[in-house]
């Protein structure tokens, strides 16, 4: 986000409502630096917020209906209060989906005008529509003087998504966008919510994360991502245990399981929980270096054990070794998206260009890239 985008939105609003807005709300996409397909295990996730957001201009309107424009696609939904049915689809359902969780919660959520632009990349595995769902959430709160903490912001969220939308992903996304803090990784317990605010000063130690997006579409998200999920869950009923996060002993849990894919999804899943808990460590003690061999194996974790990369993301990730990147992962849902790579400061483009160039030879699409600096949660930002 930038200046600009707040001065866009607004001018956007004026020309569209005439009238000025009320204010001017953001939220983050995010990158999750390890922990994937934990938080619906009950397990611990560790991601950060990134510096493209979701910006939207709104005010309140004397009627029951909201009205939201997307610059991006230059599209306007109108509904209404009858219009709040879950199932809803496209791009509208994540900010209707917000107002129906906050009146179904028993919030009194007022009619608004909002007008929004996002520049978190779609599709990516950078949780762009949770990035919506938290904006357009900040900004019907405080327009309706709700008083609701960052933590039960995400939960809100959340229940949009899963209940609303239909997916039936974890709390990761939407606590990322509200609870995040620049210059900090969240460490966030998905069982107790506890949540840590843990320094991510990666430029003094000459280390920067490189976010490339292999532009892979995530054609097969929904479905696998569902499968996984049941999987987990049957694991867990069969172990005898309310989630994966408590298995204590992962060789005894692998002999009582006979399905040789279940098992490797539950090892996965538990090894990843470990991984993260070492990662908090090695970032308490600025130690950033040793994070790499933990994305590292998080990786073939991910690619070897719950079955979710890709060819395109498993290419990136070992270019981006072979070019010098002390370590590489997936980020995100998977079957897609982006990699994360933790490279020494200044040598991002230099490391994408080489994958760029792996990725030519192979014929799959040019990969975008940027460096991914920790950046604010959502709040207001105008
Ligand atoms: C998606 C979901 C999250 C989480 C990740 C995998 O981003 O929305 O809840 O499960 O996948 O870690």
């Known amino acids: 986000m930038s200046d600009n985008d707040i001065e866009t939105v607004s001018k956007a609003f004026i020309e569209r409502h005439g009238r000025p807005p009320a ?36 005010a309140l309107r004397p009627d029951d209906t909201w009205t939201v424009t997307s610059l991006n696609n230059s599209d306007t939904q109108t509904f209404g209060r009858s ?39 779609l599709g990516a595995g950078l949780s ?27 939960k809100l969220a959340r229940r949009c998504e899963n209940a609303f939308v239909g997916a039936p992903t974890g709390l990761l996304d939407q606590a990322a966008s509200t609870m995040c803090t620049g210059d900090h990784a969240l460490f966030f317990d998905c069982r107790s919510f506890d949540s840590e605010q843990v320094p991510l000063d990666l430029k003094t130690a000459g280390l920067e994360i490189l976010v490339l997006d ?5 054609a097969l998200v929904d479905s696998e991502y569902a499968t996984r999920r049941a999987s987990c869950e049957q694991a867990a009923a069969i172990l005898g245990v309310p989630a994966l996060r408590d298995v204590e002993d992962l060789d005894a849990a692998l002999d009582q399981l006979k399905d040789e894919e279940m098992r490797r999804r539950v ?15 090695t970032l308490r003690a600025g130690d950033f270096r040793a994070l790499a061999p933990l994305l590292d194996a998080s990786h073939a974790s991910m690619r070897d054990d719950f079955e979710i990369t890709v060819s395109t993301v498993d290419l990136a990730v070992e270019a981006a070794r072979e070019a010098g990147a002390l370590g590489a992962r997936m ?5 897609g998206g982006c990699i994360i790579a933790l490279v020494e400061a200044g040598s991002s483009d230099r490391v994408a260009a080489f994958i760029g160039d792996r990725f030519a030879e192979a014929g799959y699409h040019h990969p975008e890239h940027f460096v991914a600096l920790p950046s604010a949660g959502a709040g207001r930002v105008g």
């Not at 983050?28 to 996730?45: A, C, K, Q, S």
């Not at 709700?146 to 995400?154: G, K, Q, T, V, Y």
């Not at 090892?267 to 929980?273: C, D, G, S």
Request: proline share 6%; hydrophobic share 45%; glycine share 10%.
């Open 267 to 281: 090892r996965h899943v538990v090894t990843e929980n470990g991984r993260v808990l070492q990662a908090v460590q």
């Open 331 to 335: 980020t995100g849902g998977g079957f």
């Open 128 to 154: 762009s529509s949770a990035a919506l769902e938290c904006a357009t959430l900040t900004a019907l709160a405080d327009l309706n003087d709700l008083d609701i903490a960052p933590l039960d912001r995400a």
């Open 214 to 218: 292999t532009k892979t579409p995530h």
């Open 23 to 58: 204010g001017v709300w953001a939220a983050p996409g995010r990158v999750n630096l390890i922990g994937e397909h934990t938080d619906y295990n009950d397990g611990f996730v560790m991601p950060y917020a990134l510096p493209q957001r979701v910006t939207v201009a709104a």
């Open 83 to 121: 219009d709040l049915v879950p199932g809803m689809s496209g791009w509208q359902a994540y900010v209707a989906g917000v107002v129906w969780a906050l009146a179904e919660a028993g919030h009194r959520v007022a009619g608004a005008d909002l007008v929004l632009t996002s520049d978190v990349p």
